[in-house]
């Protein structure tokens, strides 16, 4: 398609080559965005043909802005090259461009084509960039002076004078400065525009910005004298009908409406003080700004988010500890202390409604112990609503507190975007995975999360992007974990743990009589009648094909028996046919068990062999010790996959019965003559802990 639109136009790909759009009476600077109405058929035409190659673009101002049909001679040969940014089609055919300036160029040639204006270009790179102290003192005085222009001039842009401070960048910094001083003339910002060296550029600025500061000065004073002659009423109703009339000029009667609109909303959704004045703030900046500008987009966004925030709403608490005892047992099989504590909290919250410092509940235990639908159960039963914020793999304290809106693309942190979704002030928050995050340069998340659990700062958590309090002190936040050591010890002591140690082997039975087979069956529409399983295999399924603390792995392999009986019933194609689940079809469809239960009772105490206890996530296990002695020169070799604590519990072992030997009847060249190989052999699994 792009090759046929080249023969279309008549014109070969060329190095640097690019179409040419003509300005009328404004020269784009490099870092700029400008909306731009296109009309002419030569710049409609340069336009699709970008579109249809490289966006790029060469803009160029016209030396005449009343030439209809520019020419080269009508044209500056030094211009931007540009990247189209975003092209809307309007109803009379002309075309609404958002550009971007990437560099200074200049035109080498004009090769024009049957269409439009092409030219090869050449890139003009910034020249005298090297620090040296006329450059700095010209950086500083520039500085200096468009400090004294912002104060000046209220359209100046405020987060302009931050980015001053905090870059070093000087060449990006004295375009942006250009593209901000209001009222250069053509002829001025062309003279800025064909300076690629840095230290005359911002010379010629710093001129333009004294002439500048000399007349917003005189007006400021012609202002004051106008001023004390004009009451206050008088001048608000002119200024706003002159606004009025300049809005409507310009064809931004449905911004202004829309603005009202949200003038109004502000007023009713309860904000504070604080972001109320901060929104009509930004308000007033939006009306004084082009609508496709970027500041502008920047600040709509601001005021989108604050106003789809709750500031006031809240759920309704409708504690009742039956409610939550029913809603508990509903849903969790076991768990008996966890429900304990939880029924605990709410009877405290219930009795004391102005308890201000209530817990941070903490669920902590292994992957499938049900920490997250506990959590959802509780926000079930206190009425509220419930987000979920996973915290694994956070590492940018700004994913908490969120981005400053100097950056492109910031956001609120997922705290204030938690609450949005929430749309009460008071929901429940679960913070998943607590003690998956990490630290690096861009920040500790985990300390971002102090500010966000302490009931003393969380009445005005300050998000970055919002940069005004905002209220997280009705929240009820529950945190879950799978291990505790991982947990920074300033964020541990805010939490209460409650532990969910897993289920037993009667509790997991329960559970899969009570919510995983229900579940599943209705799921991949079966029946009892169909898929038979008794209390025998799921046992069978318990102890020998899964070895968790949880039940994750046990609902796989009944979701697998489910598939493997639907296999069956249409291979059949009968009806009424149906799957008694037997120790057979396991063997048959899962293969042979993948753990062997050991007990105690079937083993012989022989010489070598000695049975030890080990901790595992899912509980006790019984471990086989073996040992053995070789000749050699006193050397003890562990085998087994042992962790650094159980290898030294076993030379702690050794050293002991070297410090017994006489009592034990051990002769003293053993040690010297012997070696000693200490083997666990259990599968070859790594294990570790405290050990005997």
């Known amino acids: 398609m792009v090759e046929e639109a080249k023969k279309k136009i008549g014109i070969q790909e060329r190095h640097n080559f690019l179409p040419l759009l003509p300005l009328k009476s404004i020269s784009m600077l490099p870092k700029s965005i400008i909306p731009i109405i296109v009309g002419r058929k030569i710049s409609i035409k340069a336009v699709e043909y970008a579109l249809k190659h490289t966006r790029l673009l060469f803009i160029s101002a016209q030396k005449d802005p009343n030439t209809e049909n520019p020419t080269k001679n009508d044209?500056?040969?030094?211009?931007?090259?540009?990247?189209?940014?975003?092209?809307?089609?309007?109803?009379?055919?002309?075309?609404?461009?958002?550009?971007?300036g990437i560099c200074r160029a200049q035109i080498k040639k004009?090769?024009?084509?049957?269409?439009?204006?092409?030219?090869?270009?050449?890139?003009?790179?910034t020249t005298s960039?090297?620090?040296?102290v006329e450059l700095e003192a010209t950086w500083r005085e520039l500085r200096t002076l468009y400090n004294t222009y912002a104060k000046l001039n209220e359209k100046a842009p405020e987060d302009?004078?931050?980015?001053?401070?905090?870059?070093?960048?000087?060449?990006?910094?004295?375009?942006?400065?250009?593209?901000h001083v209001n009222n250069l003339s053509l002829d001025d910002r062309q003279a800025i525009l064909e300076l690629p060296d840095l230290k005359k550029r911002m010379l010629k600025l710093c001129s333009l910005l004294k002439k500048e500061i000399e007349i917003l000065q005189a007006e400021q004073r012609i202002r004051g004298r106008i001023q004390t002659q004009v009451e206050k009423s008088q001048k608000e109703y002119y200024l706003t009908e002159q606004m009025k009339a300049i809005q409507k000029e310009l064809g931004r009667e449905d911004q202004l409406e829309e603005l009202e609109q949200i003038r109004q909303q502000i007023k009713t959704i309860g904000l504070s003080q604080e972001a109320y004045e901060k929104v009509e703030k930004e308000l007033r900046r939006v009306e004084q700004m082009p609508p496709l500008s970027s500041e502008a987009v920047v600040s709509r966004h601001y005021i989108d988010w604050v106003i789809s925030l709750p500031w006031q709403k809240k759920s309704k608490d409708t504690i009742s500890l039956i409610q939550a005892s029913r809603i508990l047992d509903k849903n969790h099989a076991g768990l008996k202390k966890a429900k304990e504590r939880i029924i605990e909290f709410l009877a405290a919250k219930k009795f004391s409604q102005q308890l201000q410092r209530s817990p941070i509940i903490c669920l902590v235990g292994p992957p499938g112990t049900g920490k997250t639908s506990l959590a959802k159960s509780i926000s079930e039963s206190v009425g509220r609503e419930f987000v979920r914020i996973s915290l694994g793999g956070i590492r940018d304290e700004a994913e908490i507190r969120g981005h400053r809106r100097t950056y492109i693309g910031a956001l609120p942190g997922k705290i204030i975007q938690a609450m949005k979704k929430a749309r009460t002030t008071n929901p429940v928050i679960l913070l998943d995975e607590i003690d998956k995050m990490s630290r690096d340069i861009h920040g500790d998340p985990a300390a971002a999360l102090l500010e966000v659990l302490d009931p003393e700062q969380n009445k005005a958590f300050i998000d970055h992007f919002l940069d005004v309090g905002y209220d997280l002190s009705q929240v009820m936040f529950i945190a879950t974990a799978n291990v505790l050591e991982h947990i920074p010890y300033p964020l541990f002591d805010r939490l209460e743990i409650i532990s969910l140690s897993g289920y037993t082997e009667e509790e997991k039975l329960a559970i899969s009589k009570k919510f995983l087979i229900p579940?599943?069956?209705?799921?991949?529409?079966?029946?009892?009648?169909?898929?038979r399983i008794t209390d025998i295999i799921l046992r069978i399924l318990i102890d020998d094909y899964t070895r968790e603390a949880g039940?994750?792995?046990?609902?796989?392999?009944?979701?697998?028996l489910m598939r493997k009986t639907i296999q069956i019933l249409l291979q059949n194609k009968n009806s009424k046919s149906s799957a008694n689940i037997t120790k057979e079809l396991l063997q048959k469809w899962l293969g042979h068990s993948s753990f062997k239960k050991t007990s105690l009772n079937k083993k012989k105490e022989r010489i070598?062999?000695?049975?030890?206890?080990?901790?595992?996530?899912?509980?006790?296990?019984?471990?086989e010790i073996e040992t053995i002695a070789l000749l050699g020169k006193g050397g003890l070799t562990l085998t087994g996959q042992l962790g650094e604590v159980m290898q030294e519990s076993a030379q702690a072992a050794l050293s002991y019965i070297r410090s017994r030997a006489e009592e034990l009847n051990l002769k003293n060249s053993f040690y010297s003559t012997k070696d000693l190989h200490l083997h666990i052999p259990e599968g070859a699994t790594p294990k570790d802990g405290p050990s005997a």
């Open 129 to 132: 960039m090297e620090h040296s």
């Open 160 to 179: 302009l004078i931050t980015t001053i401070k905090s870059t070093r960048d000087i060449d990006y910094i004295t375009d942006t400065i250009a593209v």
């Open 75 to 100: 044209l500056f040969i030094h211009g931007t090259r540009s990247i189209i940014l975003q092209v809307i089609r309007m109803p009379n055919g002309a075309l609404k461009v958002l550009a971007e």
């Open 110 to 125: 004009f090769d024009e084509t049957d269409e439009f204006i092409g030219v090869i270009y050449q890139d003009l790179p």
């Open 519 to 531: 579940k599943n069956l209705k799921e991949y529409s079966l029946t009892r009648k169909k898929f």
């Open 608 to 623: 070598g062999l000695a049975t030890g206890l080990a901790w595992t996530e899912v509980g006790g296990d019984v471990l």
């Open 551 to 560: 039940v994750r792995q046990l609902e796989r392999i009944i979701t697998k």
